[in-house]
């Protein structure tokens, strides 16, 4: 028999440390629904969403039952529409979006990726359509999310595209000010968007994936909060042997994902993609992002060291992941959605955690500016800087970021929001110098690809 | 050469399986097959082992008692090869565990339940920690039965009785804490 502690150890990762599979996603490749008729267009979405992922929900529950680990989320990734609304105008967006949800709605799904645009070197008519329509989509559909590439290091940074989605991120919020601007937590601006990312709201099925795929996205930032609790309570550590228990428990934490995602896709018939590494935070106790940088010393998450904690945390969780699986991808990264974090919240409200904080651990392991309430008040071209800052990064590093802006109508910097559930709550951000940087989103135009880009 | 099934129970001290082997060498046998485990610092073996159709049990057990002392426990009986409450279905590998405050009857309970299943305790181990009483088994699902009933089942049954109790295929177990990632079945 196995030996008995491990047992013991992997029942109590289960029962009492908050891991299970945060996401199934998946993706469905759409491009054989082109044509001119949006009604058949949309006859065609329908009918193959509803036949791939009929069981999906079904399956994932047999899985997951079988091993007594919840599959949170499933979750469907299409290819990008912008491709399918080449020769179609704003109605056609809406349409399609309304078949997406009613899609989704009809096999089970809360949550479907995908409207998407590729622009990080121009935009097409359709991707124009696709950007237009953001504000009626995310305000009239429930389960449709949002995404527009806007960079990559091989192409440099669309700034006219930066420019245009910040008045599209005033628009959405605008659009649903009821919701306090909910409708932009559906949306993320990219830099080199991953082709495979489980989670949303960027998820999106890229190209070369095939016709349909399963992508996994794990999580256990309890898990790894409770290791790293019994490794200290064990007498003094460095920082080296912490990273060496993170990497020991993302190893575990990876194989649980790459097993259940294994035998998802098996019983489905579809090809097994990825598993996303990303450690993945709830608003729940206990599993949060911010208690793990507490646990490695940080009393105050946004203090000098965060960066450096988070680094240590990102990277050694990738290493333990890579060993458990050979088809590691997504964002694999540090994710620190401040509204979907209690503890980063906390930090926020208590004014330790701030914005440039944050873009300062994006540079180096967080995937982006996630969740980021700000003031109703801020200007298009204030919200078009932050996301050319994250760009930048992204671009000049090679690696993905993204931002996720939620201007809140009528709100001012210290506002609490609460968006319920899994979105979580959280303070209305400090903007510095809103509209200061009007003229240089203006100029538009395209920053150029970095010298790194030229790897042949 | 006839087979015999073999079970050796002792208090632990070094010099047990060297007296046992000497045994089955001086009555020209073979072992074929042997397990052994120290509990709560009592040594247990069991062992197939062959002999020349010559030998008698008791020969057997005298000669393990003057090799590896004469305390041990030796129970011998001819191996049979043919299992008549054994079941040819498929089955699947899982772990149940129970875990709750100590009283007696929690394993004959759990037991007793598999048991009306017709689930195979393959492998068990048991133990208190503190206050609880803690058993692991391996167990064989016949692949006939619904898990989610089973699993329903137990938990409500473990609730009842005032243990937790949880099925989980081994796999998971496997995935977690080996380096390869088990047998997955349609």
């Not at chain 1, 001119?36 to 009929?54: F, N």
């Not at chain 2, 049990?57 to 590896?68: F, G, S």
Request: net charge negative; proline share 4%; with cysteine.
């Amino acid at each position: 028999m196995l030996r008995t502690d491990e047992i013991l150890s992997t029942i109590r990762m289960l029962q009492s440390e908050n891991l299970d599979v945060r996401a199934v996603t998946m993706g469905i490749d759409l491009n054989e629904c082109a044509g001119p008729d949006i009604q058949l267009v949309c006859r065609k979405i329908k009918h193959k969403i509803t036949t791939r992922a009929a069981r999906l929900v079904e399956i994932c529950n047999i899985i997951g039952g079988k091993y007594q680990i919840p599959i949170v989320n499933k979750r469907l990734a299409v290819s990008p529409i912008s491709l399918l609304l080449e020769g179609h105008s704003e109605p056609a967006a809406l349409k399609i979006a309304e078949t997406l949800d009613q899609s989704a709605t009809q096999v089970g799904i809360d949550l479907v990726g995908g409207f998407t645009a590729l622009v990080e070197r121009g935009r097409t008519p359709g991707q124009k359509v696709l950007i237009q329509s953001l504000p009626e989509v995310l305000c009239q559909t429930k389960r449709v999310c949002a995404s527009v590439n806007v960079a990559s290091t091989k192409a440099g940074i669309n700034m006219d595209a930066v420019g245009v989605m910040g008045h599209v991120i005033k628009n959405i919020a605008q659009a649903t000010k009821d919701q306090n601007g909910f409708g932009c937590a559906k949306l993320v601006v990219f830099a080199n968007i991953p082709s495979d990312n489980p989670f949303m709201a960027g998820a999106y099925m890229g190209s070369g994936q095939g016709d349909c795929v399963i992508n996994i996205g794990i999580s256990g930032p309890g898990v790894i909060k409770s290791a790293l609790q019994r490794t200290k309570a064990n007498g003094t550590v460095s920082l080296g042997e912490l990273a060496e228990q993170i990497k020991l428990t993302a190893f575990r934490v990876t194989r649980v994902g790459e097993l259940i995602g294994r035998e998802v896709a098996q019983e489905l018939k579809v090809r097994f993609g990825i598993v996303d590494l990303s450690l993945a935070p709830t608003p729940a106790v206990g599993d949060s992002i911010g208690e793990i940088l507490q646990t490695l010393g940080i009393s105050a998450v946004g203090a000098a060291g965060s960066t450096a904690a988070l680094a240590l945390l990102t990277d050694a969780v990738k290493k333990g992941g890579l060993f458990a699986s050979s088809s590691v991808g997504g964002l694999s990264g540090a994710f620190i959605p401040v509204l979907e974090d209690y503890f980063l919240a906390e930090a926020a409200r208590k004014g330790h955690l701030t914005l440039e904080k944050l873009e300062a651990m994006t540079s180096i392991c967080s995937v982006g500016l996630d969740m980021i309430l700000l003031p109703g008040n801020i200007e298009p071209s204030t919200i078009s800087g932050i996301i050319a800052d994250e760009m930048a990064i992204g671009v000049i590093n090679h690696k993905t970021t993204a931002t996720r802006l939620i201007p809140v109508p009528g709100g001012k910097s210290g506002d609490e929001i609460s968006f319920g559930g899994l979105f979580g709550a959280g303070p209305i951000m400090v903007v510095r110098d809103n509209g200061a940087n009007a003229e240089f989103i203006e100029q538009g135009g395209q920053i150029p690809a970095p010298v790194r880009s030229l790897t042949n | 050469m006839a087979q015999y099934i073999m079970s050796i129970t002792a208090q632990d001290r070094s010099g047990i399986v060297a007296g046992v082997s000497d045994a089955i060498l001086a009555l020209k046998g073979n072992l074929e097959a042997a397990s052994q485990t120290v509990h709560q610092g009592y040594f247990a073996m069991i062992l197939l082992c062959a002999f020349p159709d010559t030998i008698v049990e008791q020969e057997v057990t005298r000669l393990i008692r003057e090799k590896a002392g004469s305390d041990l426990h030796v129970f011998i009986t001819t191996y049979q090869t043919s299992w008549p409450m054994k079941t040819n279905c498929q089955t699947q590998s899982f772990i149940v565990t129970a875990v709750g405050p100590d009283k007696p009857g929690i394993l004959h309970q759990l037991s007793a339940y598999l048991a009306s299943k017709d689930i195979n305790i393959d492998d068990l181990y048991a133990c208190i920690d503190g206050n609880d009483f803690i058993v692991i088994c391996q167990v064989s699902v016949p692949s006939d039965l619904d898990i989610f009933i089973l699993q329903s089942d137990l938990d409500n049954f473990g609730k009842s009785k005032g243990f937790t109790a949880h099925m989980q295929h081994e796999n998971i177990f496997v995935a977690t804490n080996e380096l390869r990632l088990g047998k997955i079945s349609s």
